[in-house]
T-cell receptor
Framework: GAGVSQSPRYKVTKRGQDVALRCDPI?????LYWYRQALGQGPEFLTY????????KSGLPNDRFSAERPEGSISTLTIQRTEQRDSAMYRC??????????????FGPGTRLLVL | QKEVEQDPGPLSVPEGAIVSLNCTYS??????FMWYRQYSRKGPELLMY????GNKEDGRFTAQVDKSSKYISLFIRDSQPSDSATYLC???????????FGPGTRLSVLP
């Protein structure tokens, strides 16, 4: 079985452009998480979904960031009007169970975003 | 053997107790070790972040890493009911590519 996949793996964009990052979780996984990881730091939580419902978006830095998972599978993280400070590794993870303490998260390879 | 193992709990302690949460791992390439706290219906919040072996203290929280034993711990002193949450350990290799979470330990601190 395939693991979590993310695309693109690398994205270079100019300041002010919109970007869409895609995450394809492990088939059948209920929960999907988005994290942002700056170089040399641990991943910081952005938002997560159980099925198609967004459970918590408190980690999204501002209203330029949004995420959706319309059919409870693939998710897209969108950053509008990108800024240089948005440059980071964006990681997606999925877990089989939505229950806390019961759901090991499996991470994708990440999308490295560079905003020029 | 799972890459990261963690007792799922639940762990119940009285208010004021010292809590010890632990993870073991099998991959000797792991160099970065983190602890996250997750409240019900919220995403994981990064609590502590350490590199390689040693101790790190932040307020009531102390993280310990023993790479020779492949064992990490999080200690919570003077535990409070507000500490009731699921605690997840996480770790990655030196390049941050192989990133793994443990399944989490559910902690309840009783008033």
């Amino acid at each position: 079985g395939a693991g979590v996949s993310q695309s693109p793996r690398y994205k270079v964009t100019k300041r002010g452009q919109d970007v869409a990052l895609r995450c394809d979780p492990i088939s059948g996984h209920v929960s999907l998480y988005w994290y942002r990881q700056a170089l040399g730091q641990g991943p910081e939580f952005l938002t997560y979904f159980n099925y198609e419902a967004q459970q918590d978006k408190s980690g999204l830095p501002n209203d330029r960031f949004s995420a959706e998972r319309p059919e409870g599978s693939i998710s897209t993280l969108t950053i509008q009007r990108t800024e240089q400070r948005d440059s980071a590794m964006y990681r997606c993870a999925s877990s089989l169970s939505p229950g806390q303490g019961e759901g090991t998260q499996y991470f994708g390879p990440g999308t490295r975003l560079l905003v020029l | 053997q799972k890459e990261v193992e963690q007792d799922p709990g639940p762990l119940s302690v009285p208010e004021g107790a010292i809590v010890s949460l632990n993870c073991t791992y099998s991959n000797s390439a792991f160099q970065y070790f983190m602890w996250y706290r997750q409240y019900s219906r919220k995403g994981p919040e990064l609590l502590m972040y350490t590199y390689s072996s040693g101790n790190k203290e932040d307020g009531r929280f102390t993280a310990q890493v023993d790479k020779s034993s492949k064992y990490i711990s999080l200690f919570i002193r003077d535990s409070q009911p507000s500490d009731s949450a699921t605690y997840l350990c996480a770790m990655s290799d030196n390049y941050g590519q192989n990133f793994v979470f443990g399944p989490g330990t559910r902690l309840s601190v009783l008033p």
